[in-house]
């Protein structure tokens, strides 16, 4: 039941971890600035310099730096793609399945 999920996962890990050696993407103690301003914007409550100084923490410092480089990732293919919009007919709704 797992296999195909693991397979996913280590596929698209070589992919990113790919794109990200491919494209020169870092992430600098100024990306993680600005990412605790943007969440901070986000958040009334929230303070930029509460949330920057537990990201630069050692226990979330990995994972922000992978946050953020996941969002470098997602702009760099978001930048090659180009989608296109296809119409398709709404399928007909089934009034039998209402009632039940």
Known sequence: A????????????????????????????????????KEAAKNPSLK??????????TEF???????????KIYDVIKSKVTVTTEAKAVPAHDEEEEEA
């Open 48 to 57: 930029a310099e509460d949330l920057l100084s537990t990201y630069m923490s």
């Open 2 to 37: 797992m296999k195909p999920n693991a397979e996913k996962h280590a596929r698209w890990l070589l992919v990113s971890q790919k794109i990200a050696q491919l494209n020169d993407l870092k992430v600098s103690d100024d990306d993680i600035k600005a990412y605790a301003e």
């Open 61 to 71: 410092r990995d994972y922000i730096v992978d946050t953020i480089l996941k969002e």
